[in-house]
Each structure stands twice: as C-alpha cells, then as structure tokens.
C-alpha cells in the first residue's frame, strides 16, 4: 500500500457486528490499522495505537478509527477482547479485498481521506513521536483547536 492510491470501498462488520466502512466517499478521513493478531510487531505496535486512538477521541476528531486483521472473525474477537481494543475492529471481509488494499506485510496505520485516497502510511510499529505524527495527519484541525485553546 502507498501514498496516493485510491481504496475500493469496503464494507465489514466488526466485532460488536456495527458496519464499518472504508473508504466510502463522503464519509470523512478514515484511520486504519491493519494487523494480525498473531503478529509479535503489531502486539509491540498496539499500545501506540490505542494512543492514538484515544487522542483522537480526546481531541474530538472526526475521523474513524478502525482495526482491520488479516486473521480469521473467531481470532480476531478473542485477541480484540483480550487487548480491550477502544475502536472498531474487524476482519477483512475476504481474501481478495486483503490483496486489492496491498496488504502483504503488517503492521500498517494508513490515513484514508474522504475521498478514498491514502494519505499516509506507516509501515512499521509506530514510534513514540509517530503518534502525534499520526494524529495531526488523520485530523490537522484537531492540532489547530488544541493549539488554538491552548492560548
């Protein structure tokens, strides 16, 4: 996955059975962290995206924060539960979509704007100064408020 490509909508359920969407036009910038819960790089990555995750909701961002797994539905709500996940999380709903999004390694944090187009991706477990990096990117006027009410 890169920079500038366009997503095909994705439609899934995630584990408390809500739709969660991606990107579907118009509905705004989307984060997505893909994983694999069997992966030791997306456990050591987990905790900065629940921080990131939780900033967000801090900042009260706009953007939807969803948690897609490579892995199976039954794999994917027992690592979801046991990690007391704070956003959507839900499996990719088929192989083919997997593949047409790029996903070949994870872990992956990817911002998606309204338009359906990637605007950041990260890789690789995010850093400590990542976090903010992530979240000034999935919401520029949450920053702005924040700095704005600062003063």
């Known amino acids: 996955m890169s920079e500038g490509i366009e997503l095909p909508e994705l439609t899934a359920r995630d584990i408390e059975g ?30 900065a995206w629940i921080k990131v995750s939780k900033k967000l909701a801090e900042l009260q961002s706009n953007a939807h ?10 794999t994917t709500v027992q690592y979801a539960r046991r990690m007391k996940l704070p956003f959507a999380v839900a499996p990719f709903p088929s192989a ?12 992956l944090t990817v911002v998606v704007d309204a338009k359906g187009i990637v605007s950041a991706v990260w890789d690789k477990p995010l850093d400590e100064g990542e976090v903010a990096d992530v979240v000034e990117t999935a919401c520029p006027e949450c920053v702005k408020r924040a700095a704005d009410s600062a003063r």
């Not at 083919?96 to 872990?107: A, H, K």
């Open 65 to 74: 924060v969803i948690a897609l797994s490579t892995a199976d539905f039954y």
């Open 18 to 47: 809500r739709e969660a969407r991606v990107a579907a036009r118009g509905n705004g910038i989307t984060l997505l962290f893909i994983f694999n819960p069997a992966c030791d790089r997306c456990e050591a990555g987990m905790p």
């Open 96 to 107: 083919e979509l997997q593949r047409r999004y790029g996903v070949i390694e994870v872990p």
